[in-house]
């Protein structure tokens, strides 16, 4: 009987332990129905689409792929990209499919929970198809964010978004609100998250960046023109006082172009290229004010 309430609870890993994500799930449904909770484990809720966003060009994830490319080398990683772009040309593909063509490339089989991770992790497409380029593109992650606001800004804004945009593809995160749970104790106009967004733009599949585009990124003479630059933008989301009509404010940005200042390998948290600051004025806010210090810095 205890073996039972246990598996009810998550399958066991290989090592012994359990998946927490899906422990959680579990937990939470068999709080809410009790015995029936066992008979099977509760349906994937996908988050709903972003505004401001195509899931076929760029698409925001706060996990990585279940599937681990990075033990690929190079050559290989093409060759599963060129695979699949031969055999599933329009960008999607049904999941087994997809596994096969992966299990043929990399000699690997993916695990049953890596396939229904992957089905869940993956956009899906017309046909019970799922749109596959996003296991290959070119990610972003935002590991930690830290914004000092003051309380004016605030009061205009009490929301805000972060967006990111490469290539002319322009992606927004969920808005988030001034929450004092993350507010920062000593600094109570500070608030710090680790959201781990995953922002992935597609360089694979009829909508992935093309071989123009990348040229225009990668360029360092000239540089890259502003909309071919990696670009990070602070967004305010609040009411217009005259109005009453919502408004969505872009504060403040930076940008990094991807010839030099992104390095072959990935960047890391320590590594002191990984943070970038976005410093926004009382002026440039139009608070009507003429503090010394900014309105908004985020980091």
């Known amino acids: 009987k205890v073996s039972e309430n246990l598996l ?9 332990g359990i998946d927490v994500v899906e422990f959680c799930e579990r937990f ?9 909770a066992g008979s099977a484990p509760p349906a994937p809720v996908r988050p709903p689409p972003l505004p401001d966003s195509d899931v076929s060009k760029v698409m925001l994830r706060e996990r ?10 190079l050559q290989q990683l093409a060759e599963v990209a060129l695979r699949l772009q031969r055999e599933f040309p329009d960008g999607t593909a049904p999941l087994y499919r997809l596994v ?11 695990s049953a929970r890596q396939q229904d991770q992957l089905k869940k992790w993956l956009e899906p497409a017309p046909g019970d198809a799922l749109r596959w380029p996003m296991m290959l593109g070119f990610e972003v992650v935002v590991e930690k964010l830290t914004i000092m606001a003051t309380k004016e800004l605030r009061k205009v ?6 967006g990111v945009s490469f290539c002319g593809r322009d992606l927004k995160s969920r808005r988030v609100p001034w929450r004092m749970g993350l507010m920062c104790l000593s600094k109570p106009s500070t608030m710090e998250m680790q959201p781990k967004w995953r922002v992935i ?23 890259p023109p502003a909309s071919h630059r990696l670009r990070f933008i602070i967004y305010g989301v609040g009411l217009q006082q005259a109005t009453g009509v919502e408004e969505v ?9 991807a010839g030099y200042d992104l390095p072959i390998s990935d960047l890391r948290p320590a590594d002191p290229r990984a943070q970038r600051i976005i410093e926004v004025s009382a002026a440039e806010a139009e608070l009507g004010a003429a503090a010394m210090t900014p309105a908004l810095r985020a980091t």
């Open 28 to 36: 939470e449904l068999l709080a809410r129905n009790g015995a029936a």
């Open 249 to 257: 404010r872009e504060l403040g940005s930076c940008e990094l172009c």
């Open 64 to 73: 990585p792929c279940p599937i681990d490319f990075s033990r690929l080398g």
């Open 157 to 162: 804004y009490p929301q805000f978004q972060l």
């Open 201 to 223: 733009f597609a360089i694979d599949g009829p909508d992935g960046l093309t071989s123009r585009e990348l040229s225009l990124a990668l360029s360092e003479t000239p540089e």
């Open 100 to 110: 096969r063509a992966l299990e043929a490339e990399t000699k690997t089989l993916p």
């Open 8 to 16: 009810r609870l998550g399958r066991p890993l290989s090592g012994g």
